[in-house]
């Protein structure tokens, strides 16, 4: 069997498979072909050595038959896709070193020797799936892993104290798992382990694991403690589950079930800014004021790392008003639903009692400054004003974890509209609303900068994802000022900026890397692919960088535009490459040759203003033609009527003769 009919016969299992049009069997390029590589195929000296088909709408089933005839596979992610049933038999490719399988519809138990022979596996995701039983305790065979993560999921039982000692990344949050943690995992803090009600340790406040008694007094007691850690751990216990059309929607403070017809679609963005305010109030009552300041309600009396200036842990501290004015109760009655998780935590939408919508991100790593430099620094960012920058309205801080309360934005990020969305919104971004949400992100980003110079990259996270779209597609920048607070063990693997190619060789962070940053944005915009710079665990994507470098110098840009565009804007393709240029400056490997900040603002807005020149003068022309073409109508209509009438009467003439 060759590579082509392997493909084919693992896209044979799938259904909607209509992201991958490029596998075909007559298909002029191979799988391989550097020049047109099959979608989601990542070679290596020709080599298939990865699959890459996350977030393309993908179900049915994985063949793994197929999979197997690929020997030197190394990585598969199945990213965001709607698979379900139980877990495919990756077990049999005893050589892969990554197994990406989050955020699927896969069900059931994992046998207990499904890992016995993945003695190279390095990388496994299955979070955000439905699995049930107990974390097979062949993963101690796995022992070159470096991150686990089975969150969000129904996983029961202990957890198996698996000695693997390259551990980095693990979490197991969100599951019904029991007992002791294991002394292995010490290492680890709390939010890897949160909300499995029966699970005790160190991590979780040091309280003694509990022993339920079997009188009826006993029960009473075990379900008063189990009520009061509910309580305390209501704050992240934000989770949704679809089972035969019976949705259970854990709130911010109850949990309750109700039943839905038809299928739930998770929301993957936020709403329009409005306003701004520099006041701060710690909120922990409920107020739902469309504004004014209010007070501190309700305070848990907790000094073990409130936010606020010295607030408890129950403190809900706004920074800006813009959306008026709530506290922790109001966020804890509130209906959550998970919109997704990154390098920085896991993001919720939250439904308050008036109806507003709201984005509460759980944050883990912003542990590099105490308390007070937290809140100075949440205060200065919720005091930003700009149509291009979404400021938070609200945080709560806690020593492990933080919660960021944002406006909620409907139409979601460039990248879900960009790569993931087939829809109307998808199909309205044409080359006018692309050059649009260019020049809007570079004026955000010009105004972060100017406003926050005392921060290396003043943005520090820039990519498609923390892009979110208005809904006249006007982009909002998020996540922005975050590098003084992130822990800079974890600010490598979750901060864009520092992905560039100076930090990569070792050279010091600056401004010019939130550059690089727009130029990748720049060229993900224009091409339409998904750029590798992104990626961290998984090969895959277009390097968009040295797709549109190696174009410029033979002179092909127009061959890295997104068709999507030139279908319908033909006379703007000198203005488009001229933007490749932009892309491909703010992206020099070299940081001193790199553009800066200003000078790229400026290249943006000769593009603009040429566009805008060049539609001008398309309308122009359009109308002399329209109107020139009447009026030529109007004297012919004129004349044939007047050689019309002279037949007329030759005829009459003739016939009375």
Same mark, same amino acid.
């Given at each position: 069997m060759s590579d082509v009919d392997a493909l084919l016969l693992l896209k044979g299992s799938f259904t909607n498979s209509a992201r991958l049009s490029s596998w075909t069997q007559g298909s002029s390029s191979g799988p391989c072909d550097p020049k047109a590589p099959w979608d989601g195929v990542v070679c290596l000296h020709g080599v298939i050595n990865g699959l890459h088909l996350a977030d393309m709408g993908l179900s049915g089933s994985i063949n793994v038959d197929a999979l197997s005839h690929f020997t030197g596979l190394r990585s598969v992610s199945f990213i965001d896709n709607n698979f379900s049933g139980p877990v495919p038999a990756l077990g049999r490719l005893h050589a892969l070193k990554a197994i990406y399988l989050s955020r699927n519809q896969f069900s059931g138990p994992i046998p207990g020797d499904f890992f016995d022979s993945m003695?190279?596996?390095?990388?496994? #995701?299955?979070?955000?799936?439905? @699995?049930?039983?107990?974390?097979?305790?062949?993963? !101690?065979?796995?022992?070159?892993?470096?991150?686990?993560?089975?969150?969000?999921?129904?996983? $029961?039982?202990? =957890?198996?104290?698996?000695?693997?000692?390259?551990?980095?990344?693990f979490n197991v949050s969100n599951n019904k798992l029991e007992g002791p943690i294991p002394d292995i995992f010490t290492?680890?803090?709390?939010?890897?382990?949160?909300?499995?009600?029966?699970?005790?340790?160190?991590?979780?406040?040091?309280?003694?694991?509990?022993?339920?008694?079997?009188?009826?007094?006993?029960?009473?007691?075990?379900?008063?403690?189990?009520?009061?850690?509910?309580?305390?751990?209501?704050?992240?216990?934000i989770k949704t589950r679809d089972k035969s059309g019976e949705r259970e929607i854990v709130t911010l403070g109850k949990a309750r079930k109700e039943v839905e017809k038809g299928e739930a679609s998770p929301e993957t963005g936020q709403s329009s800014r409005k306003g701004e305010s520099t006041h701060r109030h710690r909120r922990t009552g409920s107020s739902m004021k469309p504004g004014g300041t209010g007070g501190k309600t309700g305070g848990s009396g907790d000094d073990s790392g409130g936010g606020g200036g010295g607030g408890g842990a129950g403190d809900l501290v706004m920074v800006n008003e813009g959306k008026g004015v709530f506290g922790l109760s109001d966020l804890m009655k509130a209906e959550a639903e998970v919109m997704g998780s990154g390098g920085l935590g896991s993001a919720y939408k939250a439904v308050m009692a008036n109806g507003m919508a709201l984005v509460v991100k759980r944050v883990r790593d912003m542990t590099r400054v105490g308390?007070?430099? @937290?809140?100075?620094?949440?205060?200065?960012?919720?005091?930003? $004003?700009?149509?291009?920058?979404?400021?938070?309205?609200?945080?709560?801080?806690?020593?492990?974890?933080?919660?960021l309360v944002y406006e909620h934005i409907p139409k979601g990020s460039l990248l879900?509209?960009?790569?993931?969305?087939?829809?109307?919104?998808?199909?309205?971004?044409? #080359?006018? $609303?692309?050059?649009?949400?260019?020049?809007?992100?570079?004026?955000?980003? !010009?105004?972060?900068?100017?406003?926050?110079? @005392? =921060?290396? !990259?003043?943005?520090?996270?820039?990519?498609?994802?923390?892009?979110? +779209?208005?809904?006249? @597609?006007?982009?909002?920048l998020v996540d922005y000022g975050f590098l003084p607070l992130v822990n800079p063990a974890q600010a490598a693997t979750v901060m864009q900026a520092l992905r560039?190619?100076?930090?990569?060789?070792?050279?010091? =962070?600056?401004?010019?890397?939130?550059?690089?940053?727009?130029?990748? +944005? =720049? +060229?993900?915009?224009? $091409?339409?692919?998904?750029?590798?710079?992104y990626l961290t665990n998984v090969k895959g994507g277009t390097d968009v960088v040295n797709w549109a470098t190696t174009a410029i110098g033979e002179g092909r840009e127009a061959e890295v535009l997104d068709p999507a565009i030139?279908?319908?804007?033909?006379?703007?393709?000198?203005?488009?490459?001229?933007?490749?240029?932009?892309?491909?400056?703010?992206?020099?490997?070299?940081?001193?040759?790199?553009?800066?900040?200003?000078?790229?603002?400026?290249?943006?807005?000769?593009?603009?203003?040429?566009?805008?020149?060049?539609?001008?003068?398309?309308?122009?022309?359009?109308a002399y033609v329209r109107d020139g073409a009447?009026?030529?109508?109007?004297?012919?209509?004129g004349s044939i009527g007047e050689r019309s009438a002279r037949r007329s009467d030759d005829s009459c003439s003739f016939a009375i003769s």
């Open positions: 003695t190279r596996l390095k990388k496994l #995701w299955l979070n955000g799936n439905a @699995f049930t039983g107990p974390i097979p305790a062949s993963l !101690a065979k796995a022992t070159a892993l470096l991150e686990l993560h089975l969150e969000d999921n129904d996983f $029961t039982g202990s =957890i198996p104290a698996l000695d693997l000692p390259s551990l980095t990344s290492k680890f803090n709390a939010s890897s382990f949160l909300v499995n009600k029966d699970l005790c340790g160190e991590q979780l406040g040091g309280s003694p694991c509990r022993k339920v008694a079997h009188n009826g007094s006993g029960r009473v007691a075990a379900m008063c403690v189990m009520a009061v850690l509910l309580v305390c751990l209501a704050m992240y216990t308390k007070e430099s @937290f809140d100075a620094e949440m205060a200065r960012l919720g005091r930003l $004003t700009h149509p291009n920058v979404l400021p938070p309205l609200a945080y709560h801080y806690r020593k492990d974890e933080k919660l879900y509209v960009l790569h993931g969305d087939r829809g109307l919104d998808h199909a309205s971004l044409d #080359w006018p $609303t692309r050059l649009k949400i260019v020049r809007g992100i570079a004026q955000g980003l !010009a105004h972060i900068h100017a406003v926050l110079p @005392f =921060i290396e !990259a003043p943005h520090g996270n820039l990519k498609s994802a923390n892009v979110l +779209l208005s809904l006249n @597609f006007e982009p909002l560039s190619p100076e930090v990569l060789a070792g050279r010091p =962070i600056s401004p010019r890397c939130d550059v690089y940053c727009l130029g990748v +944005l =720049i +060229l993900e915009l224009l $091409t339409g692919k998904f750029p590798s710079q030139m279908s319908g804007g033909k006379s703007s393709v000198p203005e488009m490459k001229r933007l490749v240029h932009v892309g491909v400056e703010c992206t020099e490997a070299d940081p001193d040759r790199r553009l800066v900040l200003k000078d790229a603002v400026d290249r943006i807005e000769e593009v603009v203003a040429a566009e805008a020149q060049r539609a001008t003068a398309a309308r122009s022309h359009a009447g009026e030529r109508s109007v004297r012919r209509v």
